[in-house]
Nanobody, 118 residues
Framework: QVQLVESGGGLVQPGGSLRLSCAYS????????VGWFRQTPGKEREGASC????????SYGDSVQGRFTISRDNTKNTVYLQMNSLKPEDTAVYYC???????????WGQGTQVTVSS
């Protein structure tokens, strides 16, 4: 059974940092790309960052490029999103996503709230 559990969200001041964690089980990163998406009320879910299954290559959305870093620890079955220089517009629910390389299967975590406010 595939599970994705996010943690690490919270309230932070502008300019601050947070590290989100996505603990996964039931699948291997050999077969799934893993990414972080975010969503605010009334808006579509947008991709923030992704790490490729095949070669670990990373990609970022324009709005987070240079401030966010995605990484993975295969020994802990965890994917991280380090978020620096946070802005109020980064406020959103952040979701972890696993996307199969070989099928149409997609899995989502339950989300974690990030609020950037003074």
């Amino acid at each position: 059974q595939v599970q994705l559990v996010e943690s690490g969200g919270g309230l932070v001041q502008p300019g601050g940092s947070l590290r989100l964690s996505c603990a996964y089980s039931g699948f291997s990163l050999d077969y799934y790309h893993v990414g972080w998406f975010r969503q605010t009320p009334g808006k579509e879910r947008e991709g923030a960052s992704c790490i490729s299954s095949s070669d670990g290559r990373t990609s970022y959305g324009d709005s987070v490029q240079g401030r966010f870093t995605i990484s993975r620890d295969n020994t802990k079955n965890t994917v991280y999103l380090q978020m620096n220089s946070l802005k109020p517009e980064d406020t959103a629910v952040y979701y972890c996503n696993a996307d199969s390389r070989y099928s149409s299967r997609v899995y989502w975590g339950q989300g974690t709230q990030v609020t950037v406010s003074s």
